[in-house]
């Protein structure tokens, strides 16, 4: 394995995975420490990124993989090669939404939040890979909880959930009302 540049090796590993692969595992495979795989791997980011390759080296869902250039997505797109948008209704899009924030998330939970049932945007969620269960609840009727997949993050290019962009604040009260619905006075 020696008379092989790391580099060269990472980028033909990553090339046949095309899936996210954890540096823990490319350097347990390889028998390299961890600190070699990721030299390498910046080394052949460099290396893509000088020679004017169309891939980049990316870190998602918790992992490296090789991807387009970002540069290249609208051209991608206009010649009918991007990626396909993630089509979700709304209710699966709030859905995804509470998984991904609150997780890991009963459906009860969810649907507390949501105001509404959730069992069909949760079937589609688990269907399309973006949302599994994760465990139980340890509670009485040990409910079900569900969580983020892998291929959620690398659909929205995530490198891990701490990378979701924070949830706005609410909006403060309005002092004018007193939550009845009429303004003071009336």
């Known amino acids: 394995m020696s008379a092989v540049d790391p580099a060269r090796l990472l980028e ?22 961890e600190a070699v795989v990721e030299e390498a791997l910046e080394r052949l980011a460099r290396r893509l990124e000088a020679g004017g390759s169309a891939l980049r080296v990316v870190r998602v869902a918790g992992g490296v993989a ?9 051209a991608l797109s206009a010649a009918d090669f991007g990626q396909e948008p993630v089509a979700l209704s709304h ?30 945007a949760l079937a589609t969620l688990i269907e399309r890979g973006l949302v599994e269960e994760v465990g139980r609840k340890d509670v009485p009727g040990r409910p079900i909880l569900y969580g983020t997949t892998p291929f959620f993050l690398k659909a929205f290019g995530l490198s891990g959930l701490e990378a979701l962009p924070p949830l706005p604040e609410p909006p403060a009260p309005d002092p004018e009302e007193d939550g009845t619905g009429s303004s003071p006075g009336t």
């Open 12 to 33: 033909a590993i990553l090339f046949l995975q095309g899936e996210p692969v954890a540096v823990a595992a490319l350097a347990r495979r390889l028998s390299l420490p």
């Open 91 to 120: 209710a699966a899009w709030e859905t995804l939404a509470v998984v991904a924030y609150r997780q890991p998330v009963t459906r009860l939970e969810i649907e507390t939040l949501r105001r509404a049932n959730p069992e069909r």
């Open 66 to 74: 090789l991807a387009t250039d970002p540069a290249l997505d609208a």
